[in-house]
């Protein structure tokens, strides 16, 4: 006799942050929950493994923050200076990044959602820390933060995963690794009632009424990257988890699901040039290279090719690494004096670092096999347009070029302090930015914009918030805003189809 199918409520496909908020939000509105994990345990938590952890959200004010972190001492209260960060501000970020093309209900619903899922997150046993290391200077004795980011999760990406899969197991959430989800079942009418599934003994289905799929974008699918990005992006190095490769956006487009947002264009950074390539879980993030505002970047002929100074990092990194693929032999090498080594970020002083340190800029770009005279010309033209003024890297300083192409709009201070220190990078691909159309309570819309009953989407899967450019941190905070709103979504809709089906 054949053994009786295995049935839950809500089945989650995925196990980075989108699907564990929405696995828990789908348990706490009771309903019973399976998640499913294509990677093996060791590889669980997907590129959110691989995070530092850092949100964007919004906050009035240090009170905000204090309910987010209750044990916040005195003495770091004394320390910051803690400016508001408002949905207006958090609205224009995202229009202006994505030259005014982010889907504005899914904008305004991950804005609102924000600051509650903050503290959402919180309740379920997240523990938040001011990002002193990443996201503030000391300037005149006090921590201003900058690029409206202001707190991360204790531990990093592998703290904020951790806290989640504890908090996962103590509510009775299984989690079965080594599960590929490989296809969408459909009854006649449309409506999801089980999901297949590829395990260590085969192919099988479980029943189910409500699926949420969080299972990332195409990043790590060479095939694809071509097929959308576009020429040479087979090339590219992938920052996260090797499992990311598009299952979740063909499984639902294969049953109708409708393609969303902007599928040539991606999140990408200046990542070590001799990386691996994927994602190595001991040095996590540490491959990126964020801090080349502080210095210039120039190609393997010496010669820049962006506006280092354009904005803060965090409105500029995920675009420029874009940029570096472009380059001959798609390398570029960002160049600092000893004026600004002290402010360069943690990620520089690893031992898996690609660099070179000279006392002349000749022998420095000898080292670091870059053209000599190129790199030479450059420097000494970039250190003659320096216009004077008072460099301050928590504002945006206006201390600029002039007469130069490209310029550097802030922070340009002349390099002419040895030792000169150079850092070789190439493309890190973080995310893509295409994916599947949801609407704003996460429910996966058709070609013809009509949910596709039971089906639920969330994280990096989802296309239409990101468009050429990304403001750094929205990628987990819209994975847990869309994750938990899909969550419970997901719940209650199968707690309607049961009551419907049992009449
Ligand atoms: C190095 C790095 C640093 C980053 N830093 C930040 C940061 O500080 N702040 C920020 O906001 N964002 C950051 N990001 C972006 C962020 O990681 C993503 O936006 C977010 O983690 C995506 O979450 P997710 O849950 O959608 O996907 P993931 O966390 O990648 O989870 C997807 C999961 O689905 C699984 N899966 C895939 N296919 C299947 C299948 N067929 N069946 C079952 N499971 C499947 C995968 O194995 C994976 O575990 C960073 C990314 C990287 C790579």
Redesign the pocket.
Known sequence: MEEPREKFDVVV???????LCAALSAREAGASVLV????PEEW?????F??????RFTFRGIDDIKSLIPDLSEEELRSIEVEPYSEDQFYNDMLRITEYLTDADLALTLIRQSFPTMQWLRDKGVRWTLAFGRQAFLVKGKFRFWGGLIVEAVGGGPGLVGALFERAAKDGIEIRYG???TRLLLSRDGRITGIEIRGAQGFYEIDTSAIVL???GFEANAEWRCRYLGKDWELAKV???P???G??IKMALDIGAQPFGHWSSCHAVAWDLNAPPF?DRKV??LF?KHSYPLGIVVNIKGERFLDEGADFRNYTYAEYGRRILTQPQRAAFQIFDSKVLPLLRDEYRIREVTKAEASTIEELAMKLEIDVEGLVRTVREFNAAVEPGEFNPAILDGKRTKGISPPKTNWALPIDAPPFVGFAVTTGI??TFGGLRISSSGEILDTENRPIPGLYGA???VGGLFYFNYPG?????A?AVFGRLSGREAAGYATLHLEHSEK
Request: glycine fraction near 28%; proline fraction near 0%; avoid cysteine.
């Open positions: 496909v995925g196990s980075g942050n989108a699907a499913v994990e294509k990677a669980r938590g997907g590129n959110s691989f995070t530092g952890g850092i949100l599960s590929k989800a969080a299972s990332g920052r996260g988890t499992y990311n490769t299952d979740g994602g996590g993030e990126q973080t995310f994280g990096e899967l941190a929205s990628g987990l905070m994975g």
